[in-house]
């Protein structure tokens, strides 16, 4: 029936309104059949609202939705799924501990051509078939919790293949992923493109909006700025169009200076790891034997395909995770399986890699929230009496400090956008004045602007004299930032080098597992 | 020519959670339960209008009927202000009923045999609730601390544990706490009256509980709204692991909620013995009468807020004392109040589903 439509989606005059802000404003969108469509804009844009209300998660205040020329009311997630939409939401939602193909059955209306709900035997041929096809690289028994994210997200796309949906909406579906895994998504984007579904495709990387998407749309706060076709456009005019006329006249000019300072000798030693061996969930090993320093007014990068234990590493030094072997210390302090709490009284900041389930408490204030790590220190309490009027005082400077975009310092911190809640979880740990700043991804999810503003203040937290150690999986990142890199794979690090010897090849290839001095597989010393 | 609609049903998630709803719940629940209450009244061959004035005639007929039920909203209160805590910490208590219990043992054990012979009524009161309070808090330690330092699922210890501090009372009366004046029945003796707990003139509340149970409900909104703790609740009740990560100890948050909850409960167990029973019975459930359970009810019908435990504990307090007098007279079963708060309880959980959804019926073409 799709055939005889050009237009898959078109969404006319959509307006939202959260309390007192207008989250979209008299928004018009059209997705053609078998077009890529990307969907671009700063922070608290509206992007994932309007997808949301697509999804039949929010219903607009005003505002018409056509699906193949048919005009629709979606209310809920079941209709829009009925219509051929999938979404996949930028914090893949999954039973943790089922298999995934438990996640899979658990889905409502899964059925064959009679309408009776398939055999557990039918339904994981079908999927087998399906994993084949799209070259997918998942475990149908494999638990969820045991999955990288990416794999969690292949699920979610299984998901989307099951219902055989049409229309796919992925929400910053690449800001977790690494090079190799983004190729590969990108490729399973084609595919379906070819097989003539349509995509929309939110990020934040105009790159990449170039490069996969057919037209791009840009919202700036909550209007659609302009739709243009990713062929006739630069980065410099989409980008001219997120953060607008003044908004560029404001950015201050990013030098990349190669740092010349070669010599540590006299510096001190902030972060010490020694042959330090860590456990994952699963109980086997995930960090092997792994040892650095980090020295204060550097930037050390630690940088590897996701799941080759920087998560675990960084567990464990921030008293997170158990150390089954080897030693930690802090300015020469033995802090090997101390406490969260102990080692962040040494002056030890950490911008978590799972914001919403470690870094934030979504339903308590963007204020509460503020102060999750100052709260027992004066001037916020007094003995044992919260300051309340000091906390929103401090919430309210950095919310401005931070250009944090929120009605005020009241609301849950749950209901600003992803990159807003990321700020906030920059701002309180940098406001701590740390001595050791570890940051996971730190700008994963954020746009532009918000991503220098972080790298500049991972700057200026070096120059402080602050020690970083910077977890990432952008080579450009690190290569931008980092005095010294570090390539973690398979739970060791293959290799520290200095920022001049650092080209994006040579960290690639050592991504990979592959040495280029020695131009042999490391894989092979493991068997 | 008339075209045949489906009708189509489908739940749809809230996008806001009007404010109106924490009180709506709340009241929704209660008039659910009242109108399933009338239902058993009807089954009883009782007409449920006449049941309920009788209700009202027996708990607010007279000053003397509103003091029972006052004096029956003291343990209510006290039980359901601990609760709001713990709750709050995401760490359930089911024993408030067993904490009650060990406070009167510690009451009636302190008043009998460790100041015996003394004649300072403010000694006698003073201890029998301090110890009240200290026990119950030790007693509900307990699985706290298996909560905290082994992960042992605290609704079934706290439950169990209602159980073992009742035939801990039953040991006593019927073993080494005998009365000598009781002509063998299995209670104790009567508490010396100076360590009866003074009454306001003319009704049966027992004073030093009441100021208690006011001083409990600005305590517990104090701590929430005010204190490091309170903060250490909230973050900890809400995300665990976001707890861990700023710092925040597990131990120290179940440990110190549990010791209040049951500490609290031990003083509404002290209140019973001191200014009600004055002695312990064979029957501990006399004694504790349900209030631990009922208190679950009162925190959740204050929304787990403390400003909401008087309207919750005063509505539960009228149920309470109308439907001991309707077992009276009307011979019915001592059910009835189970029945009350259960359905109360159910509808509560129900609602709870309405506060996040809801359900929209549309004629599909
Ligand atoms: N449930 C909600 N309640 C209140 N305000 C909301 C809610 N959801 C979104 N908002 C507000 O609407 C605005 C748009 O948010 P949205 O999540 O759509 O942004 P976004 O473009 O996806 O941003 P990001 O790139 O940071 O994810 C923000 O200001 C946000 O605070
Ligand atoms: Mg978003």
């Given amino acids: ?527 | 020519m008339k075209v045949l609609r489906s009708i189509n049903i489908t739940i749809r998630r809230r996008e806001h959670v009007p404010r109106i709803f924490e009180l709506l719940i709340p009241v929704c629940s209660a008039v659910v339960g009242l109108v399933v209450c009338a239902l058993i009244f009807l089954l009883q061959g009782i007409d449920p209008i006449y049941a309920y004035s009788e209700i009202y005639r027996y708990s607010l007929g007279g000053p003397i009927q509103v003091s029972n039920v006052i004096r029956v909203m003291i343990p209510l209160i006290l039980c359901a202000t601990g609760l709001i805590l713990v709750f709050r910490a995401g760490v359930w208590n089911i024993g408030a009923e067993g904490q009650i219990l060990i406070g009167a043992i510690v009451a009636t054990g302190v008043a009998l045999f460790v100041l015996q012979g003394n004649t300072n009524s403010a000694l006698f009161i003073f201890s029998m609730i301090t110890l009240g309070f200290i026990f119950g808090g030790l007693w509900a330690l307990i699985p706290a601390i298996l909560k905290a330092k082994l992960d042992v699922n605290e609704i079934i210890t706290t439950l169990m544990m209602n159980y073992i501090a009742a035939y801990i009372l039953q040991y006593l009366v019927y073993g080494p706490w005998k009365g000598k004046k009781t002509f063998g029945f299995p209670i104790t003796d009567e508490i010396p009256p100076q360590a009866h707990f003074p009454l306001i003139p003319g009704t049966l509340i027992h004073i030093p509980t009441l100021i208690l149970a006011i001083c409990s409900i600005v305590f517990v909104f104090f701590v929430m709204t005010q204190t490091t703790l309170g903060y250490e609740i909230k973050v900890f009740g809400s995300n665990p692991d976001a707890a861990k990560y700023a710092g925040i100890s597990k131990t120290k948050v179940i440990l110190i909620t549990m010791f209040i909850s049951g500490g609290l409960a031990g003083v509404a167990g002290a209140g019973e013995i001191g200014g009600v029973h004055h002695r312990l019975i064979y029957n501990p459930w006399s004694i504790s009468a349900n209030y631990g359970f009922t208190a679950i009810i009162v925190a959740f019908l204050a929304r787990l807020n403390p400003i909401g435990i008087i309207p919750a504990a005063f509505l539960m307090a009228i149920l309470i004392v109308g439907t001991r007098a309707l077992q009276i007279t009307f011979n019915l079963p001592v059910g009835v109040i189970n029945v009350f708060n259960g359905s109360i309880l159910i509808t509560m959980v129900s609602m709870e589903f309405f506060r996040h959804y809801r359900i929209v019926i549309r004629r599909s073409e």
């Fill in chain 1, 1 to 527: 029936m799709c055939e005889n439509y050009e237009v898959a989606v078109l969404m006319k005059n959509i307006t939202k309104r959260f309390h007192n802000i207008v989250a979209n404003d008299r928004i018009t969108f059209d997705v053609k059949v078998g077009e890529i469509h990307a969907l671009l804009g700063e922070n608290g844009a509206g992007k994932t609202t309007l997808m949301n209300i697509l999804f039949g998660h929010y219903r607009p205040d005003e505002g018409e939705i056509y699906v193949y020329g048919r005009k629709v009311k979606i209310s809920c997630p079941r209709d829009a799924i009925k219509l051929g939409i999938m979404m996949i939401h930028q914090h893949p939602l999954l039973v943790e501990n089922l298999s995934v193909l438990e996640n899979i059955a658990l889905l409502y209306g899964i059925h064959d051509s009679l309408g009776l709900l398939l055999s557990p035997r039918k339904l994981r041929d079908k999927l087998t078939d399906m994993i084949e096809k799209y070259n997918l690289k998942i475990d149908l028994d494999a638990k969820v919790w045991q999955l990288s994210a990416s794999q969690k997200q292949q699920v979610e796309l299984l998901k989307a293949l099951v219902y055989d949906s049409k229309i796919l909406i992925l929400d910053e579906p690449t800001s977790i992923l690494t090079p190799i895994e983004k190729e590969w998504l990108f490729s399973f984007i084609r595919k379906m493109k070819r097989d003539g579904k349509s995509v929309i495709f939110i990020t934040h990387k105009l790159e990449e909006a170039i490069s996969i998407s057919d037209r791009i749309t840009v919202l700036r706060r909550g209007r659609v700025v302009g739709t243009l076709n990713s062929s006739e456009t630069s980065v410099q005019e989409l980008a001219r169009l997120m953060i607008g006329e003044e908004g560029l006249r404001n950015e201050r000019i990013v030098s990349i200076q190669k740092r010349a300072d070669g010599d540590l000798d006299n510096k001190r030693i902030v972060l010490e790891v020694s042959d330090l061996s860590v456990l994952d969930d699963r109980g086997s090993p995930a960090v092997r034997g792994v040892s650095f320093e980090v020295y204060e007014g550097e930037i050390f990068g630690i940088i590897g395909v996701s799941g080759n234990g920087q998560t675990e590493l960084v567990e464990a030094i921030t008293g997170l995770r158990k150390v089954q072997k080897g030693r930690i210390r802090i300015d020469s302090q033995d802090v090997t399986n101390r406490g969260p709490r102990y080692i962040q009284s040494l002056g030890v900041a950490h911008i978590p890699e799972h914001r919403i389930k470690h870094g934030i408490v979504s339903e308590l204030s963007v204020a509460e929230n503020l102060v999750l790590k100052v709260y027992r220190k004066p001037p916020f309490c007094k003995g044992p009496y919260l300051n309340s009027k000091e906390i929103s005082r401090w919430a309210r400077e950095l919310i401005s400090e931070f250009s944090i975009v929120t009605p005020n310092e009241k609301i849950p911190v749950g209901q600003l956008s992803g990159g807003n809640i990321q700020r906030v979880i920059v701002a309180r740990e940098v406001s701590m004045k740390p001595k050791l700043l570890i940051a996971a991804y730190p700008t994963h999810g954020l746009d532009i602007a918000a991503t220098r503003f972080v790298r500049e203040i991972l700057k200026s937290e070096k120059d402080r004299g602050c020690a970083v150690l910077l977890v990432s999986n952008d080579i450009d990142e690190v290569l931008e930032l980092c005095d010294r890199i570090a390539v973690m794979y398979e739970g060791r690090i293959l290799k520290i080098i200095s920022a001049e010897e650092a080209t994006k090849e040579k960290i690639g290839l050592l991504m990979s597992g592959v040495d280029t001095i020695e131009g042999a597989q490391i894989d092979q010393h493991y068997h």
